[in-house]
């Protein structure tokens, strides 16, 4: 009777049936403003690189197109950009020692990072495995500035008494503190690689009779190595893009290195070290910005051969 009074049951399928088709509704709305945030994040980071490459370029191009001999810029060691009446910008020297530095951090990050990566993933129990990434994320945490106090509070007077050298603000100071500052990267990239590995790639090595260390060799290193390159790459970029330590750590001499005791200047330091004294406009200024577009053109390099690199693993396993 109430219900005839009323006109309506409140059980009716039809209320159930509106009710989920609004929810469905609204549903749908999330799930499209979702998306196009998405859309909007993914273009941005692109629109990034692109507006932050065209600064750079804008604030250079000038003196990179009317005045600038490149011959001489990239294959010339006389860096006087203060000079009077001789000033001359020849980056060879420190195109040299940004690649020596980073060429002697990554000899030693490489193997120590994959080697603490695969400990880390292989070895470690789930107790000192947390304290392990613990550790490693305090170490990626320490502030550049504060590794170049390092290297020059303790690195320098510990290569200065080992090897006898005049001074230990050097290649071999300055690559150690990189590598100490790219290793953080590549075991964190690293082991995340050697996780994302099925288990059933270690079962099924383990069942055919394989040891631990077959399975990491001939399994795991093979199954893992896109991401494992990206990892070195990753901490390559770290080193080459460093700026306050290698300042602080390698002396800071225009300087083609002949030993590892050798002080160097690197293309980072040079643009860190200079700009804020430069008039905004000047020659010297816009060379620093073309400083900039080879740091660009050095990445895009780099990232192009591991591209490369990535493409041939990928071509050799379809063969």
């Not at 049936?17 to 929810?23: L, R, S, V």
């Not at 945030?37 to 009317?66: D, H, K, P, Q, Y």
């Not at 490489?110 to 695969?118: C, E, N, R, S």
């Not at 503190?177 to 590995?197: F, N, R, T, Y």
Request: glycine share 10%.
């Amino acid at each position: 009777m109430k219900g005839a009074q009323t006109g309506v049951d409140p059980t009716s399928p039809k209320r159930e049936y509106t009710t989920f088709e609004q929810t469905s509704s609204m549903e749908r709305l999330i799930e499209v403003v979702i998306e196009w945030l998405i859309r909007v994040c993914g273009i941005s980071a692109i629109a990034f690189v692109f507006g932050i490459f065209f600064f750079v370029f804008r604030e250079g191009s000038s003196f990179l197109f009317n005045g600038l001999d490149l011959g001489e810029f990239l294959f010339s060691s006389a860096w006087y950009p203060t000079s009077t009446g001789n000033v001359r910008y020849g980056v060879f020297a420190l195109i040299i020692g940004t690649l020596s530095v980073t060429v002697f951090a990554m000899i030693i990050a490489v193997p120590f990072g994959l080697g603490a990566a695969i400990f880390v993933s292989e070895f470690c129990e789930p107790r000192l495995k947390e304290i392990c990434k613990i550790l490693i994320e305090l170490l990626a945490a320490i502030p550049s500035v504060v590794w170049g106090f390092i290297g020059l509070q303790i690195m320098n007077p510990l290569i200065i008494n080992l090897f006898d050298a005049p001074i230990g603000l050097s290649v071999l100071n300055g690559g150690f503190i990189l590598a100490l500052m790219s290793l953080p990267i590549i075991v964190s990239i690293g082991e995340d690689a050697l996780k994302a590995v099925p288990d059933s790639y270690r079962e099924a090595a383990e069942a055919l009779g394989a040891g631990r260390w077959q399975v990491i060799f001939h399994v795991l290193l093979p199954a893992a190595k896109n991401g494992l390159l990206a990892a070195v790459l990753l901490g390559t970029g770290r080193a080459i893009g460093e700026t306050m330590a290698v300042l602080m750590a390698t002396g800071h001499s225009v300087n083609i290195p002949t030993s590892l005791l050798d002080s160097v200047r690197t293309l980072t330091a040079t643009i860190a070290a200079e700009l804020g004294e430069v008039p905004v406009g000047s020659d010297h200024y816009q060379v620093l910005f073309i400083i900039g577009i080879l740091l660009f053109t050095i990445t895009f390099i780099v990232n192009l051969v591991a591209d490369l690199v990535i493409k041939g693993i990928h071509a050799g396993d379809s063969a």
